[in-house]
Structures are given as structure tokens and as C-alpha cells.
């Protein structure tokens, strides 16, 4: 059995308020299953969970969960999405990938296309890539802002810790009206993403997920890694955590995010809906016409 969620909480939760070395987050850790069939049972029991939990979140329409994905190519974040939730009931729960922006998205704040597509009370998000693109990649490629025609007052200078500033507070904006937010930083070595890139190339099934930017991408790998420590340490917080999860191992990592999802959702105060004495007896007198 999985460990603890204090313990996970300890190994892999960014802590609020301190710099970031991801060096010092692991990409790999001890297996949590003994074999395959291990990992498939424990895979089962989290689906159990989250699928009953959903249940009562939808019933109890008081709160939402937005759960965010980021993470370097190939850290398996469309794979985890696929295994982890395939036992959410699809009315229930929404998974939204953020692709390069449009004209129409440019023409608004940063926030906004992210915004629009925020889970109702009741459902569950699932942000693939998100908001925070936009303290990475163009943070990365700065030449990507000329496209926002932002005001002439934007410093350069400053712009990343103001962006981190508004996260911040629609982050816990958000939290005070009932949507609960965990952040998933897949984090991948660099060894491994060779290996995955060139799996990609050698196996014909795989050729679609591979481009010529993949390449270019990974010969920014420090300034990538910088970027994501910047962001972590200043949007890590106690309502609204990032967790650093081992990605070079895709079961252990999907067992992890299993993990910390069934037990954010569990740990809500959710309560199926009670009736009156007299929707009862109103229900009773139906079941009698029945």
C-alpha cells in the first residue's frame, strides 16, 4: 500500500515561501509496486476512490477541483490524465489541453482563456498545460510577448514576479469560493527524455508525437529548469500546492497523483444532499404508487 498522505505531503509537496533547487527533487523513486500486477491492482483501488469521491462531489455541489499539469515533452502528462481518471465519470469531469494561443486569446490578459474553462461546483477540471505557460515557455522565448502588445509600462525586469502576483491571488480567489486547486510538476530527467525522444523516432506507432521542436525545446533544458524553480517557489502555497512528482517511472508517478488527488477529495467536508421529513414521506407515498 501507498504511503501516507503526510509523507507524500513531506517528499514531494514544493514548500510555500522557499526557493526551489529541482536538483534536489528526485525524478525517480523506490518502486511502490512489487510487479505489474500490483501496480494494476493499486491502479484499480485509486480509480475506486476517485470514482466514488466524484460521486459525492457532484452531489454535494459545494466545491470543484482544478488539477494542473505541467511538465517538460515526453514527462508523460497525457498518459497519467488517461490512466489516473479513467474512472471518472466523463459528465462529471472536463480535460481542457492548452495549445499555442489564439488571436482572439492574445487580445485578452493572460488569465483569461484559462479562466473561461474552469470546473463548474460539482466537477473536476483537468488542465493539460495551462496558465502557467505563461511564466514558462515565454518566459523562455520572451520574444513570444511582442504578440500580447502589452502597455509600455510593462517592465521586462519585473513582468515574471507581477504574472507570479496575480496568479497568486486568483489562486486563492479561487479557493475561497470552493475550487480546490493541486498542481502536478512532472519532473523528468534529462537522460530519460533522450531515451523517450528516441523511442519516438525508432518506433513507427510513436512518430506522431515526435517534432523538429522537441529537439530545439531540450537544448533549452537549464533555462527551462530555472524557469520551473522561479514558478514553483513563488506559487507553491498551503491552498493551492505544486507537487514535484519522480516522472521517470510513469507507474510510480501515476500511483503518486492517484494518490494525492483520492485524498484531496476525501478530505473535503462533502455530504450527500439530506431531506426533509417531508421529502421523505413524499417519497414514500410515490414508492407506494409504484
Not at 452531489?59 to 488517461?82: N, T
Request: aromatic share 10%; charged share 25%.
Amino acid at each position: 500500500m501507498l504511503q501516507s498522505m503526510n509523507i507524500l505531503h513531506d517528499q514531494y509537496q514544493i514548500p510555500e515561501g522557499k526557493p526551489v533547487d529541482l536538483a534536489k527533487f528526485p525524478t525517480r523513486t523506490d518502486d511502490l509496486y512489487k510487479d505489474n500486477k500490483e501496480y494494476e491492482h493499486l491502479l484499480r483501488e485509486q480509480i475506486k476512490r476517485l470514482s466514488t469521491a466524484q460521486e459525492l462531489l457532484y452531489a454535494s455541489d459545494r466545491f470543484s477541483l482544478l488539477l494542473i499539469f505541467q511538465a517538460m515533452d515526453a514527462a508523460g502528462k497525457d498518459g497519467a490524465i488517461k490512466h489516473v481518471f479513467s474512472g471518472i465519470n466523463p459528465q462529471g469531469c472536463h480535460v481542457t489541453s492548452f495549445k499555442q494561443p489564439s488571436t482572439l486569446e492574445l487580445s485578452h490578459d493572460f488569465l483569461w482563456r484559462t479562466y473561461c474553462a474552469l470546473p463548474e461546483r460539482g466537477r473536476i477540471g483537468i488542465f493539460n498545460r495551462s496558465y502557467y505557460e505563461e511564466v514558462l515557455v515565454v518566459r523562455v522565448h520572451p520574444e513570444y510577448l511582442a504578440a500580447q502588445n502589452l502597455p509600455d509600462q510593462a517592465d521586462p525586469q519585473t513582468l515574471w514576479q507581477e504574472r507570479f502576483e496575480s496568479i497568486r491571488h486568483m489562486e486563492a480567489h479561487l479557493h475561497r469560493s470552493g475550487t480546490r486547486i493541486v498542481k502536478f510538476f512532472l519532473h523528468l530527467s534529462k537522460d530519460e527524455q533522450r531515451e523517450r525522444f528516441l523511442a519516438r523516432i525508432d518506433e513507427p506507432e510513436k512518430h506522431w508525437k515526435f517534432s523538429a521542436g522537441d529537439v530545439a525545446e531540450r537544448l533549452r533544458w537549464d533555462d527551462y529548469q530555472s524557469a520551473y524553480a522561479d514558478c514553483l517557489a513563488a506559487t507553491s502555497t498551503k491552498e493551492s500546492p505544486w507537487y514535484a512528482v519522480p516522472a521517470d517511472d510513469k507507474k510510480n508517478a501515476r500511483l503518486l497523483i492517484g494518490e494525492i488527488v483520492a485524498d484531496t477529495l476525501e478530505a473535503l467536508p462533502m455530504a450527500y444532499p439530506a431531506l426533509t421529513k417531508e421529502q421523505v414521506a413524499e417519497l414514500q407515498s410515490l414508492r407506494g404508487q409504484l
